[in-house]
């Protein structure tokens, strides 16, 4: 769906594409929703303290209503009601027999089209730190992130510290009271898989179907063991690639070569831009992601490179080097690195499990903007509660390994599979359009093992 980082969840992750992805133009003419407003704390551990206002929208079903279905597009901070707009025919089928709703994420104002109370700053890109190689750069890799946070937070401190996915959580349970539900109906695509597994775990007893589409697992009590099953989900996406020529561009060998060379002396890119090994491996994946087109472009970028010249790695927009978005919401949900020996023992475990991606596509790397952040960790990982009812997941390669993750802790839950290139599938993909739909509508599980 559409995402600010594309969960790039896609997420964190600093590859490319690095820039906010365009709305899909509408294929039907724009239909206004139902304006709605709900008004929630901005800290939700004082709900009698100030209050932000949370824009609503609504389309009604074309059929009898059988109740709202909750969408949220992930980012975070995609447009919910703007979005929904742009495309009303996307949920045609399922608004036979529900009502489909969405809203605008606390925090994300105008710079994201989004119309609820907005944090006054402004988001940016920045490249991926290099990796500190003594306790001094740590210090200083952590005093620059915390200067990048304050020119946000001192704008808003109550607002800042309270942007997580709880958060955008605890406003879900606002609006599902105010719409009269009795439980929450709920779709969230990329990152907004968050919020319902944030969701899940504060309220339980208040979920009747859910969807995460395109996500990956907040839901564990071992969070090295995450980084580990990613790194190799990234391995083995590396492994297509390999697989699908047999140029010497395409051996583990040759490429192992490059990226060792580029560690000892970066591969110049062209006006002033030079590659090390871990900015190949990022780069990289950003074209392994693509599957047979962008296999094609990483055979001859990597060609060049080994000729001397990365500007194949080049990102077409954006910035050139692998960079993430300001983390307001990201760096109080994920675990960072508290001591540079950490984060060495973390970055030798994963290269060591994953030699030709290493760190790349990991949030080990991901996160590393939000060492020094002002604000802790408020939402970290953390298993699902027992006695929810069965889930329902989505995805493309290594989404959908990511998402199984979550579900293999819930009895009875389903996974729509894709075994090919993609970030989420409900707006691309019609077979898991048609899975997805028959599980919010009628609670029909998928069975094991489907894919489209």
Request: glycine share 10%; proline share 8%.
């Given at each position: 769906?559409?995402?600010?980082?594309?969960?790039?969840?896609?997420?964190?992750?600093?590859?490319?594409?690095?820039?906010?992805?365009?709305?899909?133009?509408?294929?039907?003419?724009?239909?206004?929703?139902?304006?709605?407003?709900?008004?929630?704390?901005?800290?939700?551990?004082?709900?009698?303290?100030?209050?932000?206002?949370?824009?609503?929208?609504?389309?009604?079903?074309?059929?009898?209503?059988?109740?709202?279905?909750?969408?949220?597009?992930?980012?975070?901070?995609?447009?919910?009601?703007?979005?929904?707009?742009?495309?009303?025919?996307?949920w045609s089928d399922l608004r036979k027999r529900m009502d489909i709703v969405t809203w605008d994420t606390r925090g994300y104002g105008e710079q994201f089209q989004g119309t609820s109370t907005g944090l006054p700053c402004v988001w940016t890109r920045v490249p991926?730190?290099?990796?500190?190689?003594?306790?001094?750069?740590?210090?200083?890799?952590?005093?620059?992130?915390?200067?990048?946070?304050?020119?946000?937070?001192?704008?808003?401190?109550?607002?800042?510290?309270?942007?997580?996915?709880?958060?955008?959580?605890?406003?879900?349970?606002?609006?599902?009271?105010?719409?009269?539900?009795?439980?929450?109906?709920?779709?969230?695509?990329?990152?907004?898989?968050?919020?319902?597994?944030?969701?899940?775990?504060?309220?339980?007893?208040?979920?009747?179907?859910?969807?995460?589409?395109?996500?990956?697992?907040?839901?564990?009590?071992?969070?090295?063991?995450?980084?580990?099953?990613?790194?190799?989900?990234?391995?083995?996406?590396?492994?297509?690639?390999?697989?699908?020529?047999?140029?010497?561009?395409?051996?583990?060998?040759?490429?192992?070569?490059?990226?060792?060379?580029?560690?000892?002396?970066?591969?110049?890119?062209?006006?002033?831009?030079?590659?090390?090994?871990?900015?190949?491996?990022?780069?990289?994946?950003?074209?392994?992601?693509?599957?047979?087109?962008?296999?094609?472009?990483?055979?001859?970028?990597?060609?060049?490179?080994?000729?001397?010249?990365?500007?194949?790695?080049?990102?077409?927009?954006?910035?050139?080097?692998?960079?993430?978005?300001?983390?307001?919401?990201?760096?109080?949900?994920?675990?960072?690195?508290?001591?540079?020996?950490?984060?060495?023992?973390?970055?030798?475990?994963?290269?060591?499990?994953?030699?030709?991606?290493?760190?790349?596509?990991?949030?080990?790397?991901?996160?590393?903007?939000?060492?020094?952040?002002?604000?802790?960790?408020?939402?970290?990982?953390?298993?699902?509660?027992?006695?929810?009812?069965?889930?329902?997941?989505?995805?493309?390669?290594?989404?959908?390994?990511?998402?199984?993750?979550?579900?293999?802790?819930?009895?009875?839950?389903?996974?729509?599979?894709?075994?090919?290139?993609?970030?989420?599938?409900?707006?691309?993909?019609?077979?898991?359009?048609?899975?997805?739909?028959?599980?919010?509508?009628?609670?029909?599980?998928?069975?094991?093992?489907?894919?489209?």
């Open positions: 769906m559409i995402t600010r980082a594309v969960l790039t969840l896609a997420l964190l992750a600093p590859a490319a594409p690095a820039a906010l992805d365009p709305a899909p133009a509408p294929t039907a003419p724009a239909e206004r929703m139902e304006s709605l407003e709900v008004t929630v704390p901005v800290d939700w551990s004082k709900p009698e303290g100030r209050k932000l206002t949370l824009k609503v929208g609504r389309l009604r079903a074309t059929g009898e209503s059988a109740g709202s279905v909750l969408i949220a597009y992930g980012g975070p901070g995609a447009p919910g009601i703007k979005l929904t707009e742009s495309m009303p025919q996307l991926v730190p290099a990796f500190p190689r003594d306790d001094a750069e740590f210090a200083r890799m952590s005093d620059t992130n915390r200067g990048i946070a304050e020119a946000c937070r001192n704008r808003d401190p109550e607002l800042f510290a309270n942007m997580s996915s709880a958060d955008h959580a605890r406003d879900m349970e606002a609006i599902r009271k105010a719409l009269g539900e009795p439980k929450l109906t709920f779709y969230g695509a990329s990152y907004a898989g968050f919020y319902g597994q944030a969701y899940a775990g504060l309220f339980p007893g208040k979920v009747r179907a859910m969807v995460l589409d395109g996500t990956w697992n907040h839901s564990t009590a071992d969070w090295v063991k995450e980084l580990e099953d990613t790194a190799r989900q990234n391995e083995q996406a590396m492994g297509r690639y390999f697989a699908s020529c047999e140029a010497q561009e395409c051996k583990p060998s040759f490429w192992r070569r490059l990226v060792a060379r580029a560690d000892r002396s970066p591969v110049p890119a062209g006006t002033g831009v030079a590659y090390d090994g871990r900015d190949l491996q990022g780069l990289a994946m950003g074209f392994v992601r693509q599957g047979p087109e962008g296999w094609k472009r990483l055979a001859a970028a990597i060609g060049k490179a080994a000729r001397g010249d990365a500007s194949g790695f080049v990102p077409p927009r954006g910035l050139r080097y692998p960079d993430v978005a300001t983390g307001v919401t990201e760096c109080v949900d994920w675990p960072r690195f508290g001591t540079r020996e950490e984060m060495a023992a973390t970055v030798a475990r994963l290269n060591r499990i994953a030699p030709d991606t290493g760190t790349a596509n990991t949030l080990a790397t991901a996160t590393l903007t939000c060492v020094g952040w002002p604000v802790k960790v408020t939402n970290p990982p953390s298993p699902l509660p027992k006695g929810l009812p069965p889930l329902v997941g989505a995805g493309a390669w290594g989404e959908s390994d990511a998402v199984a993750r979550v579900l293999a802790q819930v009895p009875g839950s389903g996974l729509v599979r894709h075994e090919g290139p993609g970030h989420t599938l409900y707006l691309t993909n019609a077979c898991a359009r048609g899975h997805l739909d028959r599980y919010l509508t009628d609670l029909v599980v998928p069975a094991k093992g489907t894919t489209c």
